[in-house]
């Protein structure tokens, strides 16, 4: 709390935004979205007709070096396997079959998985965006901690974790624009625009980010959560540009426009990050949509949104299915496969999703 309170961007008691006009999310406005929500005809088009392609990932794909020294793997939402000159970065890592507090109840994964989190391999450090349920995860969290990888979280995040049991020398906790080293990795909390909280009281008393990893040949950046704001460009000119961005593109709404970014809002956040860099640098890797529903837009949407927003602007993307590494030096093939997913609508919520295994979850016990 000593730091939290020194903090530049704590007043009045809590964290606050970068500056600019907001609408944070209240109590009447979610009141206003939960019909909408639970609405039958808007809960079929919310699911996909069909299961999701999964990439069959295996522990050998992983153990082979990337050739470029930068590999992706989109676990689906807003996890990515960051792979960046010899370090092993798993961001938001979420392998629950539900993002919420209960086991029973809260939004259920629209795929399984793509690969067990025991055969991941190797991680040198775990990057938290910020303390919601679709980001930090209570199991997985619990899980990553027995293998004594180091946690790098938002200033205030790191009280969750050690009410969780894990030791506080795991844990780095940062404050906008301050850095961390893991081996030649340069870890960098950067500001967004978004809020926090894991019960209905939002006491605002943990950070949020986005983040720059760096090391000597590559960078990246990962939005977290976040509305569109112009900071973009002051984070692009201090840290970039990038070899890719991993930006949030979905589970966007009219009842909170401030604090999630539409496509075309993210691929503006894409260019802001890179400057006067060439477009055809650095690749966009759209996240934070096709596993859970969080939202009243369909399922596909924001990769639809997004591919043609990018073909427009000259910019190159990579919209993998879920678990497919790809190394952006290289790009990735396109492959609309949502579009298959989504020719049809289910007779009912959920038919066509194909449930996560529990054996390959295997995350049950740590509730």
Same mark, same amino acid.
């Given at each position: %709390?000593?730091?939290? $309170?020194?903090?530049?961007?704590?007043?009045?008691?809590?964290?606050?935004?970068?500056?600019?006009?907001?609408?944070?999310?209240?109590? $009447?406005?979610?009141?206003?979205?939960?019909?909408?929500?639970?609405?039958?005809?808007?809960?079929?088009?919310?699911?996909?007709?069909?299961?999701?392609?999964?990439?069959?990932?295996? *522990?050998?794909?992983?153990?082979?070096?990337?050739?470029?020294?930068?590999?992706?793997?989109? %676990?689906?939402?807003?996890?990515?396997?960051?792979?960046?000159?010899?370090?092993?970065?798993?961001?938001? +890592?979420?392998?629950?079959?539900? !993002?919420?507090?209960?086991?029973?109840?809260?939004?259920?994964?629209?795929?399984?998985?793509?690969?067990?989190?025991?055969? #991941?391999? $190797?991680?040198?450090?775990?990057?938290?965006?910020?303390?919601?349920?679709?980001?930090?995860? %209570?199991?997985?969290?619990?899980?990553?901690?027995?293998?004594?990888?180091?946690?790098?979280?938002?200033?205030? *995040?790191?009280?969750?974790?050690?009410?969780?049991?894990?030791?506080?020398?795991?844990?780095?906790?940062?404050?906008?624009? =301050?850095?961390?080293?893991? @081996?030649?990795?340069?870890?960098?909390?950067?500001?967004?625009?978004?809020? !926090?909280?894991?019960?209905?009281?939002?006491?605002?008393? #943990?950070?949020?980010?986005?983040?720059?990893?760096?090391?000597?040949?590559?960078?990246?950046?990962?939005?977290?959560?976040?509305?569109?704001?112009?900071?973009?460009?002051?984070?692009?000119?201090?840290?970039?540009?990038?070899?890719?961005?991993?930006?949030?593109?979905?589970?966007?709404?009219?009842?909170?426009?401030?604090?999630? %970014?539409? +496509?075309?809002?993210?691929?503006?956040?894409?260019?802001?990050?890179?400057?006067?860099?060439?477009?055809?640098?650095?690749?966009?890797?759209?996240?934070?949509?096709?596993?859970?529903?969080?939202?009243?837009?369909?399922?596909? =949407?924001?990769?639809?949104?997004?591919?043609?927003?990018?073909?427009?602007?000259?910019?190159?993307?990579?919209? +993998?299915?879920?678990?497919?590494?790809?190394?952006?030096?290289?790009?990735?093939?396109?492959?609309?496969?949502?579009?298959?997913?989504?020719?049809?609508?289910?007779?009912?919520?959920?038919? @066509?999703?194909?449930?996560?295994?529990?054996?390959?979850?295997?995350?049950? #016990?740590?509730?």
């Amino acid at each position: %709390m000593a730091r939290i $309170r020194r903090s530049p961007h704590f007043a009045g008691g809590v964290f606050v935004n970068p500056p600019g006009p907001e609408r944070t999310p209240s109590t $009447r406005s979610m009141l206003g979205f939960l019909p909408t929500y639970f609405r039958k005809e808007e809960r079929v088009r919310r699911a996909p007709a069909h299961a999701i392609p999964v990439h069959p990932t295996t *522990v050998a794909d992983l153990a082979e070096p990337a050739e470029s020294g930068l590999r992706l793997t989109w %676990m689906g939402h807003s996890g990515v396997l960051t792979e960046i000159d010899g370090h092993r970065v798993l961001i938001d +890592p979420v392998w629950s079959e539900r !993002c919420s507090p209960f086991a029973f109840a809260g939004p259920r994964r629209l795929h399984p998985v793509p690969i067990p989190l025991a055969e #991941t391999g $190797r991680v040198d450090a775990v990057v938290i965006s910020h303390d919601h349920y679709d980001h930090l995860d %209570m199991p997985t969290v619990r899980a990553l901690a027995r293998t004594g990888t180091e946690f790098v979280v938002p200033l205030g *995040v790191g009280a969750h974790l050690e009410h969780w049991g894990i030791a506080a020398g795991q844990i780095t906790e940062l404050d906008w624009h =301050e850095t961390t080293f893991v @081996g030649e990795l340069t870890l960098t909390a950067t500001p967004a625009r978004h809020f !926090c909280g894991r019960a209905l009281r939002n006491t605002q008393h #943990t950070l949020w980010a986005s983040w720059v990893i760096a090391g000597p040949r590559h960078r990246v950046f990962h939005s977290g959560d976040t509305g569109y704001f112009p900071g973009f460009a002051g984070i692009g000119e201090r840290y970039g540009p990038f070899d890719a961005t991993m930006i949030q593109i979905g589970a966007y709404s009219e009842f909170w426009p401030d604090i999630h %970014m539409e +496509p075309e809002e993210g691929l503006r956040a894409h260019l802001d990050l890179q400057g006067s860099a060439p477009a055809e640098r650095g690749v966009l890797l759209p996240i934070h949509w096709g596993t859970f529903n969080l939202a009243p837009h369909p399922w596909d =949407e924001p990769a639809e949104r997004t591919v043609t927003a990018a073909r427009r602007a000259g910019v190159r993307y990579a919209v +993998p299915r879920p678990g497919q590494p790809f190394e952006p030096a290289a790009g990735l093939r396109p492959d609309a496969w949502w579009q298959a997913v989504a020719a049809a609508a289910p007779e009912e919520p959920g038919a @066509g999703r194909a449930p996560a295994p529990a054996a390959r979850l295997d995350l049950a #016990t740590e509730r």
